[in-house]
């Protein structure tokens, strides 16, 4: 009886995996222009950068330091000045490590199969980089826009490996401390820089990105054959293909083809069927569809529309029938154009 029940539960689970659809995701890279988040006036065509280094410590290269905020300070669709237009100012402050605490842990270990009470030893401190800036408009005497990259002013923890006894914990410290101190300072500048050099491009450059997209189609099924979401995800590539990396605004190349792209999932919806396993287009197919929609409106800038699909997806088949990616990257476009509401170009530079 077991064995019966064995086989029969098997046949269930092959039964189940055979009406199972395989997805066929194309997963693509997009390259295109991305609106800032706070556009600057548009009569605003230059910027320059002041520099205030604080200490350079003893083996940091003053030059290197330098060169790396000069490269963080852009706003990438201006020209860069001397002294005029915007100003960037950016301070760099002090490196500063708190004392350093020789501390000791307890941990519980089998030993023997006993479990005992073992201690180690590290060491411990905070330290901080901070990287200040400053964003002004010219003539004026508030900031735009001020504060300390990557939050650099706030402390961050340093805690060493535990070592078994506080002869090696000590002697570990005394060989490793300038290193360990150089290699932090390093660590940090470079992540407050990089923080800084994104923030200003996502907030004033119409900076050059990508994202990925992924569209389904779905492979060949037992009886049921898919040809025209294999037609649909042709003219999605073929649309995606017309876009350029300085497009804003995608052109009337790309919309005819997502278009024509949509009317083909639209009529394949007509036959959805959510409840069905064996249908031709079930709930992941029915899924599928909603996702490429969903992607193709937020591409198309019709973010009503991407609402629209959304709205209808998550009634039909749950909170979570559209992935996160195209929701976030919907929230994303639309406060950038928001943003920037009667002065959107379809491409920077303008052709």
């Known amino acids: 009886m077991k064995k019966l029940l064995l086989v029969l539960a098997v046949l269930a689970v092959m039964g189940t995996r055979s009406f199972a659809q395989r997805l066929d995701k194309e997963r693509g890279r997009l390259a295109y222009t991305q609106l800032p988040l706070t556009p600057l006036p548009e009569d605003i065509t230059k910027y320059w950068v002041n520099i205030d280094l604080g200490y350079i410590f003893a083996g940091d290269s003053k030059t290197e330091t330098l060169n790396k905020i000069k490269d963080a300070a852009t706003i990438s669709h201006l020209e860069k000045t001397m002294d005029e237009g915007v100003e960037l100012l950016v301070r760099l402050e002090t490196y500063y490590k708190s004392e350093v605490v020789f501390s000791t842990v307890e941990k519980k270990e089998k030993r023997d199969d006993k ?68 290699k932090l ?30 569209f389904v189609a779905v492979k060949k099924f037992k009886k049921f054959e898919y040809p025209d ?51 031709r287009i079930n709930e992941k197919v029915t899924e599928a569809i909603y996702n490429n929609l969903a992607l193709t409106y937020v591409l198309m800038s019709d973010f009503e529309k991407a609402d629209e699909t959304i709205a209808i997806a998550e009634e039909k088949l749950g909170k979570k029938a559209i992935d996160n990616y195209i929701k976030t990257f919907l929230s994303d476009r639309r406060t950038r154009f928001a943003a920037n509401e009667g002065r959107i170009p379809t491409s920077y530079p303008a052709p």
């Open 115 to 182: 479990e005992v009470n073992v201690t180690y030893y590290f060491v411990t401190f905070d330290y901080k980089y901070p990287l200040y800036f400053e964003v002004k408009l010219p003539g004026e005497m508030e900031a735009l826009k001020s504060g300390f990259s990557n939050n650099s002013n706030n402390m961050v923890n340093y805690r060493s490996a535990d070592f078994k006894t506080s002869k090696e914990r000590n002697d570990w410290w005394n060989a490793n401390y300038k290193t360990l101190q150089s």
């Open 185 to 214: 300072r390093t660590s940090l500048l470079n992540t407050n820089v990089g923080n800084l050099k994104n923030t200003l491009e996502d907030l004033y450059s119409y900076g050059k990105n990508t994202n990925y997209t992924e």
């Open 229 to 279: 979401l294999d037609l649909a995800l042709e003219k999605v590539k073929a649309g995606i293909a017309e876009i350029s990396e300085d497009d804003i605004v995608f052109n009337e190349k790309f919309t005819a083809n997502m278009e024509e792209a949509i009317v083909i999932w639209e009529k394949a919806l007509e036959e959805s069927d959510p409840e069905n396993k064996k249908t």
